[in-house]
């Protein structure tokens, strides 16, 4: 499975951007994919999750309200709507995909990692 991240930025505070992943490969092996973002000197977070058919997401708490996650099956993307920016959403955001039932927030969890997109939301 090869996981391609897209659509990062500069943004003002209180902006929106929406980052997207392009899957490829064999997709069938996969039960749900997430967004996972890292910023200096910090560890890696789960920032959202759906499964695979797009029946079940997961927010952390920091992002409830403003992020959306959704899947759009024609071409195998998933994308992360991000409104309502704040400085602290700072970070490299990755996409990951896992064959683990659920809707796992570890990312020892996740078996395929796209490349970082960086957000950077200033003034």
């Known amino acids: 499975v090869q996981l391609q991240a897209s659509g990062g930025g500069l943004v003002q505070p209180g902006g929106s951007l929406r980052l997207s992943c392009a899957a490829s490969g064999r997709l069938f092996t996969i039960y749900a994919m997430g967004w996972f973002r890292q910023a200096p000197g910090k560890e890696r977070e789960s920032?959202?999750?759906?499964?695979?058919?797009?029946?079940?997401?997961?927010?952390?708490?920091?992002v409830k309200g403003r992020f959306s996650i959704s899947r759009v099956n024609a071409n195998n993307t998933m994308l992360l709507q991000m409104n309502s920016l704040k400085p602290e959403d700072t970070a490299v955001y990755y996409c990951a995909a896992t064959r683990s039932f659920g809707l796992p927030n570890s990312p020892s969890q996740y078996n395929y990692w796209g490349q970082g997109t960086q957000v950077t939301v200033s003034s």
């Open 47 to 62: 920032v959202a999750a759906i499964t695979w058919n797009g029946g079940n997401t997961m927010y952390a708490d920091s």
